[in-house]
């Protein structure tokens, strides 16, 4: 039995350190390799070059509060919103009266920003989102917030809203996930065209 | 539910049962070393594993033998995750320069990782180098979900097999496991995960100019790095503007896709697959779903395939496919409805379409939230794409119940098939004394060793998850991780010890796990959850193989009825119910009567 214990070890090591070497080098270079040759672009975060500057990626969302923007998500990453190195969700259970109280803010702030607003908040732009960094928020928070860009950038309310329906992404193939706007593209169309 | 929902639903459904029997098909003819389409190019390559290693691929080994493998080969790999860990600052591949990671959170990751568990008390783009990320966890990713299919082989050839001792090799098991299924459905996966946009490179990480900048106040801290307090114990913060963001890269594909396939579960990053570079769009959310329950439900077929009756296989498929449906379709419906405390708030309308949104990702939806859940806790996943501490009280509940069923509803890779092998025989030897007759299943008679061995199996989930819940309650180290208060509090302690006990991996993530206390004790859970049922089946695969085919007789029960599916499922929801209830009463149950009670 001892014998059998011992060659069992010498196996054992062996195939680890055969294995780490497969899976755990060879196996995500390969797939690195591979990946870098037929989608570079996303291989490498997907970012989204703005003359010249890398202003993001095109998957990771970012921090607006100023009104002249579209709003992501509320964001629960520390120290700061969308702190892309701290990705986190909020974690707070649905009878949390921290729960209440951060709804409650997000409402203050969206009346604050537009007060004579008075359509009902979808529940995207009030909630934290899982990751911290949703890109993404859905159409109706998107329409819910054109009211307010389109005074403060002094435009006509239709202007803002044929930008939005132009960067709706639909679901996947017709059927999967849910509609959304990307904020990030579209803060860049708004500077861009407006 | 929209008409939409149940589209997705039943697409997501079809795409799984289409693949159970091609996948399930072909890990029988690996198992069973027969000649395939893919030996041409894969066979040199496992020749030279044995040849290297010293394997003798034709040496059969007792239960005792394959045992002792199989634990050689554990103790080995959490050595090695360990002590990487432990030393990345020597190591390459550390662009961001990470310590050293701390002795209990090194331990809780190693042995939850060799387990298949992949409790995550660690925070990946902030703790981890690149090179542990791939040495370490994901090779433990392809190993541990290897080792436990290997077992499940051992019990199927327990069956299968009369007279003898044998029960096969763990070696070539485990190597056929990895170099034939895991690592080409891997590539597979990995690729169609880039396309979508996962990320899968080596650089360091890259800096974004914000559009807008940001203030935030940063608490200071002194050259400990412990924060600054004011004399009235509030931390001293200063004003910060950022410009630019920070954005971490990685090899994430690649492990993104064996900790689907193999029910791993542990993320790249810390907000696993709710994070959009582990899982940028509704169609990576579906290949990852898919991925969860895809090796679990083909390994009933092969089943099937090697006791060489089918029927047995949909059998076991069927049982669990009725326990999984009316329980997911519970969380959805629960998830699709806004939280009833944020409705009442009185300062704005609220538009209600998109259900219960708090920790959830715009592109995935409440739907494919809920949908996820019910996927990683029925199988021993434990990857998230969403919060399960911020779902409704019944939508939470259902993961955790799904988690203390034992991981039987399609379960661990190989770990949830030989799970609910051991409730078959339980099941068959609670008919047998129904009826007065020896309970026999697949012609071999279960006797009370087999007996013995599968309530071993059985009662110490439930002992090891209570006990150490019920410690964690009374303990101020237990309870000062508690994020939520009241009855949720309850949940988060329940959910972490039976998630780390029952090897699932998910949580109810608001508790700070990355404690002394949760990392030691978790980590022990973990372990007696994995190996305190994987021996006593290999026992019983021991015992089972010694056994002569009975011939049957009209006094045989059949175990592919509708009827025998029947007891079977009641078995296992009333063992999972009877013993859970009491704690689920004080926690969810308690929330859902706050929430919808008045």
């Excluded at chain 1, 014998?3 to 680890?16: A, T, V």
């Excluded at chain 2, 494919?368 to 509940?397: C, I, K, Y």
């Amino acid at each position: 039995m001892k014998n059998y214990i011992f060659s069992q070890f010498k196996i054992g090591f062996l195939s680890l350190l055969f294995f780490t070497i497969l899976t755990g080098l060879i196996y995500p270079l390969l797939m690195t390799g591979l990946a870098q040759l037929l989608f570079s672009i996303q291989a490498n975060g997907s970012f989204i070059i703005n003359h010249q500057n890398t202003v993001g990626s095109e998957f990771i969302g970012q921090y607006f509060s100023d009104p002249k923007y579209f709003w992501g998500r509320p964001s629960a990453t520390s120290p700061y919103s969308y702190n892309a190195l701290a990705s986190s969700g909020s974690n707070l259970g649905p009878t949390n009266p921290a729960l209440i109280s951060a709804v409650k803010t997000e409402i203050e702030k969206l009346h604050a920003a537009n007060p004579d607003n008075s359509d009902p908040i979808p529940i995207e732009l009030l909630t934290q989102s899982g990751s911290g960094l949703d890109p993404h928020i859905s159409y109706e928070a998107a329409q819910y917030q054109a009211s307010r860009i389109a005074k403060i950038r002094n435009v006509p309310l239709n202007h803002i809203k044929q930008l939005i329906e132009k960067m709706i992404e639909k679901r996947q193939f017709g059927f999967l996930g849910e509609p959304r706007i990307n904020v990030l593209k579209l803060n860049l169309a708004l500077d861009e065209e407006v | 539910m929209t008409e939409n929902s149940i589209i997705q639903v039943l697409f997501y459904l079809t795409v799984l049962l289409l693949l159970v029997k091609p996948l399930g098909l072909y890990m029988a003819w690996i198992y069973e070393g027969q000649p395939c389409f893919v030996d041409r190019v894969l066979k040199p390559i496992e020749r030279t594993i044995y040849r290297l290693c010293f394997i003798k691929p034709e040496q059969e080994m007792n239960w005792k033998e394959y045992s002792i493998a199989m634990l050689v080969f554990s103790l080995l790999g959490t050595l090695a995750v360990y002590a990487i860990q432990r030393f990345q600052v020597f190591l390459p591949l550390n662009s961001e320069h990470f310590a050293a990671v701390p002795l209990d959170l090194s331990f809780n990751t190693a042995v939850s990782f060799i387990t298949n568990t992949n409790w995550q008390a660690y925070t990946g783009e902030s703790t981890l180098s690149y090179f542990t990320q791939m040495t370490a966890l994901t090779v433990q990713n392809f190993l541990s979900a290897a080792s436990g299919m290997s077992v499940l082989i051992a019990l199927i050839r327990g069956i299968q097999r009369r007279e003898t001792t044998d029960l096969g090799n763990f070696w070539v098991d485990t190597v056929r496991g990895i170099i034939y299924i895991l690592i080409p459905l891997a590539i597979v996966l990995a690729l169609l995960l880039v396309s979508q946009g996962v990320i899968q490179n080596f650089k360091g990480y890259q800096k974004a100019k914000l559009m807008q900048k940001v203030e935030y106040q940063e608490p200071m801290t002194d050259n400990t790095g412990q924060a600054i307090k004011d004399t009235a114990g509030n931390p001293i913060t200063q004003a910060k503007v950022l410009t630019e963001q920070v954005i971490p890269m990685g090899p994430v594909a690649s492990q993104v896709a064996i900790k689907q396939l193999g029910t791993n579960g542990g993320g790249f990053f810390n907000a696993n697959s709710a994070h959009p570079f582990e899982n940028p769009t509704p169609f990576s959310n579906f290949l990852e779903m898919l991925a969860i329950m895809l090796i679990p439900a083909a390994l009933c077929y092969t089943f099937g395939v090697m006791v060489k009756d089918k029927s047995q296989g949909w059998a076991i498929f069927l049982a669990m496919l009725l326990i999984f449906l009316p329980l997911m379709f519970l969380t959805l419906c629960a998830e699709h409805r806004v939280n009833p405390e944020i409705i009442k708030i009185s300062d704005a309308q609220i538009l209600q379409k998109n259900g219960n949104m708090e920790g959830k990702e715009t592109r995935f939806g409440a739907l494919n939230s809920a949908l996820w859940a019910a996927a990683t806790t029925a199988t021993a996943n434990g990857s998230v794409n969403a919060m399960h501490d911020s779902f409704l009280p019944l939508g939470g509940l259902i993961p955790l119940w799904f988690i203390n069923l034992g991981e039987v509803i399609f379960g661990g890779v190989g770990s949830g098939l030989y799970q609910m092998l051991i409730f078959i025989i339980i099941t068959v030897f609670v008919s047998g004394l129904m009826v007065g007759r020896t309970p026999e299943y697949l012609g071999k008679k279960i006797e009370s060793y087999e007996i013995k061995m599968a309530s071993f199996a059985i009662l110490i989930m439930p002992l090891v998850v209570l006990l150490c819940t019920a410690v964690g309650l009374i303990t101020e180290v237990g309870k000062s991780s508690i994020a939520n208060p009241g009855a949720h509090g309850l949940s988060e302690v329940l959910y972490a010890f039976s998630s780390m006990t029952n090897n699932n991996g998910s949580a109810f993530a608001g508790i700070n796990a990355n404690t002394l206390f949760y990392n030691i004790l978790g980590g022990f859970a973990i372990l007696i959850g994995r190996f305190w049922i994987a021996i006593p089946v290999l026992a019983i695969a021991g015992s089972l193989v010694q056994k002569k085919i009975v011939p049957s007789s009209a006094g045989t029960l059949p175990t592919n009825t509708p009827l025998f599916i029947g007891i079977l499922i009641s078995i296992v929801l009333i063992i999972g119910a009877l013993t859970f209830f009491p704690a689920f009463a004080l926690g969810p149950i308690v929330e859902q009567l706050m929430i919808y009670g008045y």
